[in-house]
């Protein structure tokens, strides 16, 4: 049997062994959502995440999700966009499937209990960055991910078979004969357990801890995909990070993102003497692609010698920024920043890890009894860049 990084000796009595038929690396959407799927199975599940449940990316994601409900908006026209965002490098079939099964999935979601925003008795959508159409669905204003989250613990508790270790730190899997049976954990104040699983779930969510300037919790540190390596599983298109375009630059400030739909609403993106810099760069002007926005505003912080540039959105009123946008208000305005009357600071930082561990359309990795899914994971869908609220 291996492990696949050597271990400090330790005293056998702190040593405690778990038997499961599945394991849940992570506590955000894709490993919530899996840990349901496989409590359906009737088997015993655990959940295992490093932070509390609600710790990790879903939670402080802002716009929205993207999915083809919207009156004129079709499957077609959102498959077109992501591959062309992709830059020809996404798998077509694992875009046709996410784009199909998008809708269902999202009505699912509604059915157990999420609150998406609704205006005139049907879903309000906002258009983002690489769209052709309004196809944005979002809750809370600006709270989106908080809304799915709440919604997927709510649902996992009603699962009777499965349990749930938060502050538990997956130190390495553990493999024998090309089979992943489970993993090395550690939590404190200094127990080592050993979980062992007939199947294994890699759903650790991202990367962006990586990087100085990131949107991402301080949980996301690619643990995943490292561990998912060491035990011979392949990774794919790790050379692709997305930055996102707009995210809070104040000092002593965590780089919050402001999310896209703030363009999608209308933002502008202007350089310090105030003028707007993205018409020059692309036909959709702050609605381009992200990688094209975050390059330009690269560009213009090399051409003018500034740390950031500013979005506007002062003109939207401040009836309609309290109602869409007020996490964002909230935020700027613990910094002194009132987003009615003053532009918000921004620059681009690391958001979304488009690689990860090669999986197929059913999760499996190269590693037998070894799954991966959602952030950590890479079925081929963003390819070179990933459409906005994919």
């Known amino acids: ?80 966009d992501t591959a062309r965002v992709g830059l020809g490098l996404s798998d077509p079939r694992a875009v046709e499937i996410l784009t199909r099964e998008g809708p269902a999935l999202v009505l699912e979601l509604v059915d157990w209990g999420a609150q998406f925003d609704v205006k005139d008795g049907t879903f309000e959508t906002v258009r ?14 600006d709270a989106t991910g908080h809304e799915i989250e709440r919604t997927l613990i709510r649902r996992v508790r009603q699962v009777p078979s499965l349990t749930i270790l938060e502050h538990l730190f997956a130190i390495d899997l553990i493999v024998e004969g090309g089979r992943c049976l489970g993993a090395l954990c550690w939590s404190p104040p200094g127990l080592l357990r050993v979980i062992w699983a007939r199947a294994t779930v890699i759903a650790t969510g991202g990367a962006g801890q990586l990087y100085r300037e990131t949107t991402n919790p301080a949980v996301a540190t690619g643990d995943g995909p490292a561990m998912a390596y060491r035990a011979g599983a392949a990774l794919t298109d790790i050379e692709f990070m997305q930055f996102h375009p707009t995210t809070l630059y104040v000092a002593g400030a965590s780089r919050m993102l402001i999310s896209e739909a703030a363009r999608g609403e209308g933002g502008v993106l202007r350089n310090r003497a105030g003028e707007p810099f993205m018409e020059k760069v692309h036909p959709a002007g702050g609605l381009a692609p992200r990688d094209v926005v975050s390059r330009a505003i690269l560009e213009e912080m090399r051409r003018t010698g500034e740390t950031h540039v500013f979005l506007d959105l002062t003109h939207l009123g401040i009836k309609m920024l309290a109602r869409r946008f007020p996490r964002i208000r909230q935020v700027c305005a613990s910094f002194g920043i009132d987003i009615a009357r003053d532009w918000i600071p921004v620059r681009p930082s690391a958001h979304y890890f488009l690689g990860g561990v090669r999986a197929d359309f059913d999760g499996r990795t190269d590693v037998e009894g070894l799954y991966a899914c959602g952030e950590a994971a890479c079925v081929g869908i963003h390819g070179a860049n990933r459409l906005a609220s994919n």
């Open 1 to 80: 049997m291996i492990i696949s990084r050597p271990l400090l000796p330790v005293d056998p009595l702190s040593l405690e062994a778990i038997e499961t038929d599945c394991l849940v690396l992570g506590s955000g959407v894709a490993g919530l959502r899996a840990a349901i799927a496989a409590g359906s199975k009737k088997g015993e599940v655990v959940v295992a995440t490093k932070g509390a449940l609600s710790e990790g990316a879903t939670d402080w994601a802002q716009g929205g999700v993207a999915a083809a409900l919207a009156p004129g908006d079709s499957v077609a026209s959102h498959q077109a």
């Open 128 to 141: 983002e960055g690489g769209h052709s159409a309004p196809r944005v669905l979002h809750a809370l204003g």
